[in-house]
């Protein structure tokens, strides 16, 4: 059961556990564990960061894209308030909407992804975000909700317009497919994925050039639930 409240353009999703929302300046000192944490970056697409500039600059790119707080969130863990992780497709090309999602390791194994990509495929396939991404809400709406009460969310078109901080790329589409792009050796995340009926695509070799040296790429697409 998630809690979804729109306000100026943005969404925030709450479950039993975690709130997703959009990144903030203010997460750089947990995302710079995570983002400086061998492990955890063992088959992400650049080196663990040494530097807390380099994870500012990430940072500040999840900020500057129109995606953030609306394809792209900030996993951050209730109890505590601390931001354990993200879930999203930042990139900006709407024919390629790729997935990415990392925990800091303290968090692993808790169900905590399964949780948050759970109701971010809910919100992701609802009319709500269909309309969050075509720019037509404004203010804040609140629903108590499984994705038929997002699908009750109404938009409000014609009101006072608050747009989307630009989403000029995704405006009129509708997301109809998720992509993923992993490193056959990561078992977790080829494990989220299948366990939520991601097909394997294709594969790669030589793909990306990491601290790992050349890594291959398994993809992955889910497409949209047909609703009869
Ligand atoms: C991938 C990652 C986010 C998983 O997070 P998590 O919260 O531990 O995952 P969950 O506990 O929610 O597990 C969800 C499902 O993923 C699978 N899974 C998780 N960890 C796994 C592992 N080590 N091996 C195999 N499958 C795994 C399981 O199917 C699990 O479902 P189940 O418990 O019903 O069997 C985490 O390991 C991580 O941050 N890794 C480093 C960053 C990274 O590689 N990101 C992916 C880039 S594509």
């Known amino acids: 059961m998630a809690l979804v409240t729109i306000k100026g353009g943005k969404a925030t999703i709450e479950t039993t556990r975690l709130i997703l929302r959009e990144a903030q300046e203010n997460d750089l000192e947990d995302m710079h564990k995570m983002f400086g944490d061998e492990e955890v970056m063992r088959y992400w697409s650049t080196a663990p960061h040494t530097k807390e500039a380099q994870t500012k600059k990430y940072l500040d790119g999840m900020i500057a894209v129109p995606c953030n707080g609306i394809l792209d969130f900030i996993i951050v863990l209730k109890p505590t308030g601390n931001s354990i992780g993200k879930l999203g497709i930042w990139c900006k090309d709407p024919s390629n909407p790729e997935v990415g999602f990392m925990l800091a390791r303290a968090h ?46 109404q938009a409000s078109e014609g009101s006072n317009g608050v747009q989307n901080g630009g989403m000029e790329t995704y405006r ?23 366990k939520f009926g991601f097909k394997e695509t294709g594969r790669a070799e030589k793909t990306f050039e990491t601290h790992l040296g050349w890594c291959d790429s398994v993809y992955f697409e889910l497409q949209r639930p047909r609703t009869e």
């Open 172 to 194: 009129g589409r509708r997301i109809e497919r998720v992509v993923a792009d992993a490193d056959p050796r990561n078992e977790a995340c080829l494990g989220v994925l299948r």
């Open 108 to 153: 692993w194994n808790k169900g905590y992804m399964a949780e948050a990509m759970t109701v971010w495929l809910e919100y992701l396939w609802s009319t709500n975000c269909e309309q969050l991404v075509n720019g037509k809400y404004a203010g804040a709406h609140e629903c108590n909700g499984d994705s038929g009460a997002l699908d009750n969310l």
